[in-house]
Nanobody, 118 residues
Framework: QVQLVESGGGLVQPGGSLRLSCAAS????????MGWYRQAPGKQREFVAT?????NYADSVKGRFTISRDNAKNTVYLQMNGLKPEDTAVYYC??????????????WGQGTQVTVSS
């Protein structure tokens, strides 16, 4: 079993910054990719950014958000700058991992709330 624990959400004013973290632990041999998704009230979950063989961003966050990984700690970060009210959502960490059972599996974190409001 693999666990993803997120932290770093909160309330911030428009134009402000937050840094999200997600640490993966458990039966991990290696991690193919880690990324972030978000879900706003009444909307479907949407892709934000991913870091694997390549780094990709949703168009809505390009130039404002930066994803990075610490492979030694199995941790992914999302630095969010220039936050806008439309960035308000629950942010979910996702990991695509090779487990100790030699199985490729996908996991989600529990989510962390980000609220951008004055």
């Amino acid at each position: 079993q693999v666990q993803l624990v997120e932290s770093g959400g909160g309330l911030v004013q428009p134009g402000g910054s937050l840094r999200l973290s997600c640490a993966a632990s458990g039966s991990i041999l290696s991690i193919y990719a880690m990324g972030w998704y978000r879900q706003a009230p009444g909307k479907q979950r949407e892709f934000v950014a991913t870091s694997g063989g390549m780094t990709n961003y949703a168009d809505s966050v390009k130039g404002r958000f930066t994803i990075s990984r610490d492979n030694a700690k199995n941790t992914v970060y999302l630095q969010m700058n220039g936050l806008k009210p439309e960035d308000t959502a629950v942010y979910y960490c996702n990991a695509d991992v090779l487990t100790t059972r030699r199985a490729r599996e996908n996991y989600w974190g529990q989510g962390t709330q980000v609220t951008v409001s004055s």
